[in-house]
């Protein structure tokens, strides 16, 4: 009897220990079960100097010490008042008031946060490229209240104070903060230094509130790169000063363009978070909406039937031996390239989905053969990436340009993949840097149908059920198993800086952004971040034992203002007070 009220005992403490949830999941830790209250008037220093907690501090000038002083702000603000995070939801029915701490029992209370930045940032630390800013840090919560924060750089501390907030549970009474971890020590640090969201905005346009509120959340997932597909055939929502006309003839709608101010703006947010953001205006396809206000320049745009000269309507390619369109870009990167060059170290050129055809309506040249074609692309590729370098930044270009038309191009540049393992294979053999973008795994848009119409009649019969080119859905268990370095060697692996979830916007808009992206991008954080493998035990990691973090890194994320989507039913996460195995499939 006495034995089984040990067990029993045992049991319900097991049972209602938490795991600690952080996502994505640190490098090493350890833990304890001792609980500690957090209140407003911590004691924070920098570097041994005080920093005083004001809510809602935004930083003055991107500085180390505005930028941490800021982020600490949003660290005590997201879990005093905006998060507000009580765990219901991972216990079963009832249990909450046996996980919650006592309030009226003694309270140990967290005293101070001692942050300390061991070197000084680079210039290069607010633009890095990829592995030029050490982002690992170290977190320690000791049983008397002191917490120290160590990292090398500002963009280090900005890490450890997200892990920070994922630690804090809000007690149901409202009024305390704790938690149930002391003593606890975390050490953490990336595996892959490109870790990023692509996000289109020519298909559809977002609000600059959306796109900081994707940063946010990125920032929170320590992701590190926006990379923001301005333009596109559909539309250029981009102020160009030098050229008014792009934007006032190739917006969708003169309130649905990116002004000079709105993109300081948004680079500058993405700066105080540790998340870059740059630019890719695709070249030469993919750009039809230069038509509207240069016709001049641009063929096939528009042209029927678009699936002869492009993927999707309306078409349209730069010309390819046009001497328009070098002046046209020297005057665009003239007065971008200064603009984004503040912020970010890296401008993407596009080249993907060139078709051929469209230079057969090119009155310059009327040939669709690739000897023709290529060395006018040579050209066209060595003089757009000389305008990206000479603004002080490095290209990246998709990956048909190297590997479908067989362009020579620099070391320097990065090659994004998004046709799969084999491309990524093939250009870290030649010595390329690669971020991959998988479109089997990483395509957030992928799976919802088609948008396009088919009449009644054959095309009906053919294209039912209407399933778009990229399905299925890719799911966050899906996301989770794609390891961008599979199959190869040691080497090329080392040649990939990490990769991108790609959000192309055809039927995505502000009502949707946030449930597309969120908590599936996250999952590919935890890749990018962590890595597929799992070093406690030198496996993948298991969907089983990523469920419950997962589902609570979701909950927290719904509490903070994003409408990310459900992972699994609630029935899931509570009946085994969220252990992952209750809706385990077993075979
Ligand atoms: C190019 O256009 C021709 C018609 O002129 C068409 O038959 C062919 O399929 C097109 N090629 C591609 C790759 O779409
Ligand atoms: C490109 O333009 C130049 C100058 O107009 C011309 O000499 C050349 O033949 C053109 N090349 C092709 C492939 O049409
Ligand atoms: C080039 O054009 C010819 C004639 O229209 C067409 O048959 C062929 O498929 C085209 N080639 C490509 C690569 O599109
Ligand atoms: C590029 O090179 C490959 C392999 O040599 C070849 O199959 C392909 O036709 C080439 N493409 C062009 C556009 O020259
Ligand atoms: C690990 O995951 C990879 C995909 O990332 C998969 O190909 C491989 O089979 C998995 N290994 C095991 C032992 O399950």
Redesign the pocket.
């Known amino acids: 009897m006495f034995a089984r009220l040990v067990s029993c005992a045992v049991l319900l403490s097991t049972v209602l220990q938490p795991v600690l949830a952080v996502w994505p999941a640190p490098k090493s830790y350890t833990k304890g079960n001792s609980v500690l209250y957090l209140h407003q008037n911590l004691q924070v220093t920098y570097n041994g100097e005080a920093l005083t907690y004001t809510y809602g501090y935004s930083p003055r000038a991107p500085t180390s010490k505005e930028i941490v002083q800021a982020a600490v702000s949003r660290a005590l603000g997201t879990i005093l008042n905006e998060e507000k995070f009580v765990p219901w939801m991972l216990l079963n029915r009832g249990q909450l008031k046996n996980f919650e701490p006592d309030v009226h029992k003694g309270q140990k209370w967290l005293s101070s946060l001692k942050i300390v930045q061991t070197a000084e940032d680079k210039p290069s630390a607010f633009k890095p490229l990829a592995g030029e800013v050490d982002e690992s840090y170290k977190l320690t919560i000791g049983t008397d209240g002191d917490i120290k924060l160590t990292a090398a750089s500002s963009v280090g501390i900005l890490r450890g104070l997200e892990t920070f907030t994922q630690l804090f549970f809000m007690h149901s009474s409202g009024t305390f903060w704790y938690t149930p971890f002391a003593p606890l020590s975390i050490e953490d640090a990336p595996k892959f230094p490109h870790r990023g969201v692509l996000l289109d905005t020519s298909r559809h346009w977002f609000p600059v509130s959306d796109i900081k509120r994707t940063i946010d959340a990125m920032a929170w997932n320590k992701l590190n790169r926006l990379h923001i597909h301005v333009t596109d055939s559909q539309s250029w929502p981009l102020e160009i000063p030098a050229m008014p006309e792009l934007a006032q003839k190739g917006a969708y709608t003169p309130s649905q363009i990116y002004t000079t101010a709105d993109l300081d703006e948004i680079q500058r947010y993405g700066v105080y978070r540790g998340v870059e953001v740059y630019l890719e205006i695709d070249m030469p396809s993919h750009i039809g909406s230069v038509a509207e206000s240069h016709p001049e320049l641009i063929v096939a745009y528009d042209a029927h039937p678009y699936h002869?000269y492009c993927a999707q309507p309306p078409c349209g390619a730069f010309k390819l031996n046009n001497t328009g369109v070098d002046k046209f870009l020297d005057t665009l990167f003239a007065d971008l390239m200064p603009r984004v060059a503040p912020y970010s170290a890296y401008f993407h050129t596009g080249g993907d989905e060139l078709?051929?055809?469209d230079s057969?309506l090119d009155e310059g040249i009327r040939s669709?053969?690739?000897e023709v074609l290529q060395p006018l692309l040579q050209k066209f590729v060595d003089k757009l990436h000389q305008r990206v370098r000479n603004g002080g930044l490095t290209p990246l270009t998709w990956e048909e340009i190297p590997l479908d038309w067989n362009v020579t191009i620099g070391k320097d540049t990065v090659v994004q993949t998004w046709l799969g393992a084999p491309s990524v294979k093939k250009l870290t053999r030649m010595g390329h840097k690669v971020i991959d973008s998988n479109y089997n795994f990483w395509y957030l848009d992928c799976g919802r149908g088609q948008w396009l119409n088919f009449a009644n009649g054959a095309a009906f019969r053919t294209f039912y059920p209407f399933n778009d080119w990229c399905g299925p859905t890719k799911s966050w268990r899906l996301i989770y198993s794609h390891d961008p370095t599979a199959g190869l060697t040691e080497a090329e692996a080392a040649l990939v800086l990490g990769g991108e979830v790609a959000v192309w916007t055809e039927t995505i808009d502000p009502q949707t952004l946030d449930s597309i992206i969120w908590p599936r991008a996250s999952a590919a954080v935890e890749v990018l971040w962590s890595g597929r493998t799992d070093p406690a035990t030198g496996q993948n990691r298991s969907m089983i034992e990523a469920q419950p973090r997962l589902v609570e890194w979701r909950e927290r994320m719904v509490n903070r203002g994003i409408r990310a989507a459900a992972i699994t039913q609630q029935w899931c996460s509570m009946a085994d007070d969220n252990k992952g195995t209750a809706c385990e499939h077993v075979v």
């Open positions: 002869w078709n051929a055809n057969m669709n053969r690739s």
